[in-house]
């Protein structure tokens, strides 16, 4: 067979850097983009941060005469937009974009730094009247202790790893944890659940009711308890009903992780992107304002530009055009972010005018279609990015989810059914709790057919015990 050459055309699409930052843009949270600005803001002298930033720029209406200047810089590259318009789903064409801010809502704020669980007891010990070597080493186990304040490493495994020219020995150990357990909060140096909760009921003043009673069960049927098997609990304290009810409420207001509440790995600070408000009777999402970067072109660096043209000014050049590319990108990603929450918000209208129960099914693919992006896209959008709402505050994702079909031929969304067993759950009879069947048997007769092991799998996503542990006397 003889080499020939042939000639075959295919097309390609090759993303261009601008476009790659469209897509990076629009994935990053808010937390995560404005880091990323304040990055490229160090690094590019022709941005600049406005804290006097005008709104305007997302609307219809014409431009403020201060604002005037930068968009005109803006639309220098439009033929090059409307590639990237033919190229990605983003760089769309819409309706009017609109940015309010509800003065209504009051945005969550960002709480006080708090002091570590390490901190905290350093300062207890720093005031005692401990001597310094003893707090040299409880200060080693405070270091040792958990998130939930726990000491889970042994004393004697401790003692193997400490260098033997400290002269430290497990009776000094034994002590120094004896006056860590003393510190507060209550519990904190505890090795198991079961030393946490009697630290706490010894911690309690003497004359403090069923004390006696709570410390005998926490000592010698705490599983029984856990359990729920009351009827042998009152048989082994000789006790009444009354009585009982009162010893437990004092066991379960224990805190079986002290620690927990100085744990700052639980903090997590959402700036909500969307507020979601009622307007003549529709309810209807708007961007927070102050959660967008507020980005401006440097006019004293672009008129340098205008009144030079030599090899100087090439690199300023090359930075002018990258500013006003971020600029773009960063107004289309907040046209993208509040054209997909308004569809939800369409979508889920019946979500918040009634909450979880009334939430309808729904897909990416829907919105998607609806609004003539790509899948992929929706997905990035709905990503780390949340909705403030008279209910609460919501990541995007939370309103899609698979669903389940009724008798009649509909769908029910999964996130309803978890309501409607939270709502059964919640008005059960405590003597007799319904069990996972009995809640299936319910469904079934509301027209929603869902299998037992389904009803299981919702429960425990919820966290919310089998009915035999929910049982109470």
Known sequence: MKPSLQLKLSQQLNLTPQ????????????????????????????????????????ESEEPENDQQSDNNALNENDTTQTD?????????????????????YEIPQIAAEQPTLRNYLTQQLSLSQVSERGKKIISLLIDSLND??????????????LPAELGIEIEDLNQALAQLQHLDPPGVGARNLQECLLLQLQSLPENTVHKRQAVRIVTQYLDILASHDYA?????????DQTLRAVQKLILNLNPRPGSDFNSANARYIIPDIIVSKVNGAWVANLNVSAFPRLNINHFYANILK????????????????????????????????????????????????????????????????????E????????QKFMYTPRGIFELKYFFGSHVTTETGGACSATAIRAL??????????????????????????????ARRTIAKYRESMQIPPANLRKTF
């Open 232 to 240: 042998l609990i009152k048989k082994l304290l000789k006790c009444d």
């Open 84 to 104: 990237l318009d033919h190229d990605m789903d983003l760089f769309e064409s819409g309706g009017t974009s609109h940015i309010t801010q509800n003065e209504d």
């Open 148 to 161: 939930d304040g726990y000491l889970t490493q042994d004393l004697d495994e401790l003692l193997t790893i």
């Open 376 to 383: 992929s896209t929706v997905s990035r959008v709905t990503t």
């Open 307 to 374: 009144q030079r043209n030599d090899e100087a000014s090439k690199s300023l050049s090359n930075q002018l055009n990258e500013a006003k590319w971020l600029i773009k990108n960063l107004q289309q990603r907040s046209r993208t972010i509040l054209k997909v929450s308004n569809a939800i918000v369409e979508k889920q209208q019946q979500f918040f005018e009634h909450g979880e129960i009334a939430m309808r099914p729904l897909i990416l693919r829907e919105i998607a279609e609806s609004l003539g992006l790509h």
């Open 421 to 450: 067993i939270k709502q059964l759950i919640q008005k059960e009879n405590s003597k007799k709790p319904l069990s996972d069947n009995k809640i299936a048997g319910i469904l079934e007769q509301q027209g929603i057919v869902v």
């Open 19 to 58: 476009l790659q930052q469209s897509i990076r843009l629009l994935q990053l949270s808010t937390l995560e983009l404005n880091q990323e600005i304040e990055r490229l803001v160090q690094e590019n002298p022709l941005l600049e941060l406005n804290e006097n930033w005008n709104i305007k720029s997302f």
